[in-house]
C-alpha cells in the first residue's frame, strides 16, 4: 500500500502519516488483523489493499 500511495503523492496533494499500531496497544487490538490501514480524516478508508479509486474521490472531492 506504502508504494502505491508513494506513486499518487506525485499526482494529489495529501499528507501521510504512518503510524506503528505495535506502538500503541489500542490500535494494535483493533487493527493487528486489518494491516495496513488506510484513514482519511480519522475514518478507515482501506483496509489490507489500497482502494485507489475510493481515495482519489476522497481527495478531489472539493475541487
Sequence with gaps: M???LSLLESR??????????????GLSARFNAK????????????CHFL???ALID???RND
Design 2 to 4: 506504502l508504494a502505491e
Design 12 to 25: 494529489y496533494t495529501f499528507a501521510l502519516e504512518r503510524i506503528d499500531i505495535d506502538e500503541e496497544p
Design 35 to 46: 494491516v495496513p490501514v488506510l484513514a482519511v480524516d480519522g475514518e478507515i478508508l482501506c
Design 51 to 53: 482502494d485507489t479509486s
Design 58 to 60: 476522497e481527495l478531489t
